[in-house]
């Protein structure tokens, strides 16, 4: 004899054994489905805000800057022109090194310019002897 045959009073309550089988994992499926959507409505745009916070400055940074492995693309180009001509005996500076107003950069080779003041004094010498005679 079953327990559905000796009370029915008691059993009206309760569903048949194969439904509540069904109804337990369907409310577990329910649950796992809901969870999921909570975490989707919660964390989708949660995740969209992160991305554009932490997104958006380099973006910005980005369209205003080139990058590349090995060169230097920011810096401010100074051109040094020389007031004479002459062969650069040694240099006193290194790459991006700051300079000041006065210091020294380069050493030229004084040959040139000996000459030429042996040369400007010979002329001032042959001048004066002219002049004289």
């Known amino acids: 004899m079953t327990s559905a045959n000796r009370n029915p009073a008691e059993n009206a309550n309760q569903p048949p054994a194969s439904l509540e089988s069904a109804d337990s994992s369907d409310t577990g499926e329910n649950s796992g489905k809901k969870r999921r959507r909570r975490l989707l409505r919660i964390g989708l745009p949660l995740f969209l805000l992160a991305c554009l916070i932490l997104g958006l400055p380099y973006y910005l940074h980005s369209i205003s800057h080139e990058s ?19 062969h650069v ?16 950069l380069i050493e030229l080779d004084p040959d040139l310019f000996q000459a030429r003041l042996d040369a400007a004094e010979a002329a001032l010498a042959a001048a004066r002897a002219w002049r004289w005679n």
């Open 68 to 86: 590349t492995d090995d060169a230097f693309i920011d810096g401010h180009i100074i051109v040094i022109s020389p007031r004479v001509t002459g």
């Open 89 to 104: 005996t040694k240099v006193y500076v290194t790459e991006n090194q700051w300079v000041k107003a006065g210091d020294r």
